[in-house]
């Protein structure tokens, strides 16, 4: 069974494992060269790198048996390609939708904007888009408060336009695009915190003390994403959380998509 695989995530990598070694073909597209170090050298799965359009996601897979979308909750533009890509071609389209942290809102699990857990100054707070996310952030901080963004480098700019860059502190994957993004919004280079996570508790926490953070910035990522992790930091260290709302997606989970992947290839 010819299985194409759009990745890039925890999810799509274990997949790509687990349909290959049973006897599947498969190809893996992943967005960039950090994707396709991290899906690493499998027996019986194919790289397919970069950023597709609709185009380009048809061309790849055509003839193909399924086609599984294993990409970030965010991608949403991704997602919506490869529907139309996998509807216009007739191959069979699954969505694997990764689960949601069990923090969804606070680590009292009570839920709701301004919610708290009991620790002084800690908090959280939801924004639709990013746009909402720099303004409220920007507010929450105050004069000269710094703001740790874990959003990665795409939406650098939205923030850079609402707040003082040199009060910005993003966190972002250490290859050069990222820099580049972060030079090109004017954060200065001491700000920027270039590693791959996800990280522990105990490392988000040591980020948002070593730097002083007056508020923190992220998605709900989901388990494999550490946003659980996130967001026990900054109730540990009381510090308010913005967390951009998830778009509504629909699809199966990863036992869900495997299993019938399985059904598939009897």
């Known amino acids: 069974m010819k299985t194409v695989i759009f990745s890039g995530t925890t999810e799509g990598r274990e997949l790509s494992k687990a349909l290959a070694a049973e006897g599947a073909d498969v190809i893996v597209s992943v967005a960039s060269d950090v994707?396709?170090?991290?899906?690493?050298?499998?027996?019986?799965?194919?790289?397919?790198?970069?950023?597709?359009?609709?185009?380009?996601?048809?061309?790849?897979?055509?003839?193909?048996?399924?086609?599984v979308d294993a990409t970030h909750p965010y991608a949403v533009v991704v997602t919506e390609n490869i529907r139309r890509a996998a509807a216009a071609e007739n191959v069979d389209r699954l969505r694997l939708v990764r689960g949601r942290?069990?923090?969804?809102?606070?680590?009292?699990?009570?839920?709701g904007d301004g919610r708290t857990s009991g620790v002084p100054g800690f908090r959280i707070l939801t924004a639709a888009d990013a746009h909402q996310a720099a303004a409220l952030a920007d507010e929450t901080a105050g004069p000269g408060g710094r703001i740790l963004l874990t959003t990665g480098s795409k939406d650098l700019p939205i923030y850079a336009a609402v707040c003082d860059p040199e009060h910005?502190?993003?966190?972002?994957?250490?290859?050069?695009?990222?820099?580049?993004?972060?030079?090109?919004?004017?954060?200065?280079?001491?700000?920027?915190?270039?590693?791959?996570?996800?990280?522990?508790?105990?490392?988000?926490?040591?980020v948002l003390r070593d730097y002083r953070i007056a508020v923190m910035v992220t998605k709900e990522s989901g388990k494999s994403g550490g946003f659980a992790e996130k967001i026990r930091a900054c109730a540990e260290e009381g510090i308010p959380a913005i967390?951009?709302?998830?778009?509504?997606?629909?699809?199966l989970s990863y036992e869900d998509v495997l299993s019938a992947c399985r059904e598939r290839m009897k």
Not at 49 to 61: S, T
Not at 101 to 111: C, M, V, W
């Open 35 to 67: 994707g396709a170090e991290e899906q690493g050298v499998i027996p019986g799965v194919r790289i397919s790198e970069g950023l597709k359009d609709e185009a380009e996601i048809r061309d790849l897979i055509r003839g193909a048996d399924l086609v």
């Open 243 to 251: 967390v951009i709302a998830r778009p509504e997606d629909e699809g």
């Open 168 to 206: 910005l502190v993003p966190r972002v994957l250490p290859v050069g695009s990222s820099i580049e993004a972060c030079e090109k919004a004017g954060i200065p280079h001491r700000n920027i915190v270039a590693v791959q996570g996800p990280f522990s508790e105990e490392l988000n926490r040591a």
């Open 101 to 111: 942290s069990e923090l969804t809102a606070d680590p009292a699990g009570r839920g």
